[in-house]
């Protein structure tokens, strides 16, 4: 069993920036890797990045690349995203998830272990 953490959302204004923080613990040695995903009111949840837990692959939904990073802590047992440039649009819960085998990375179905959320919004 793998238990994560979401830390870091909030309120922000437009063209600000927010880093959140996933912490896991337990059976770590299971990941194969995390993924953060986000899910506005009325939407699907949205696949936004994605990163291998002991190789340096990373994933990004195209939209969000250039202002969003992900990034990890293994010694911490730490996942991050770092928001950039963030945008009204940006506003929704913010999930962190671990996958244990190989995939796509992109699609909410493959991942085993999900985090409670965290808020994030953006004002104009």
Not at 30 to 49: C, D, H, L, T, Y
Not at 84 to 98: G, Q, R, W
């Amino acid at each position: 069993q793998v238990h994560l953490v979401e830390s870091g959302g909030g309120l922000v204004q437009a063209g600000g920036s927010l880093k959140l923080s996933c912490a896991a613990s337990g059976n770590i040695f299971s990941i194969n890797a995390m993924g953060w995903f986000r899910q506005a009111p009325g939407k699907e949840r949205e696949f936004v990045a994605a990163i291998r837990w002991s190789a340096r692959w990373t994933y990004y939904a195209d939209s969000l690349k250039k202002r969003f990073t992900i990034s990890r802590d293994n010694a911490k047992n730490t996942v991050y995203l770092q928001m950039n440039s963030l945008e009204p649009e940006d506003t929704a819960v913010y999930y962190c998830a671990a996958v244990k085998s190989g995939g796509d990375y992109r699609t909410a179905a493959e991942y085993d272990y999900w985090g409670q959320g965290t808020q994030v919004t953006v004002s104009s």
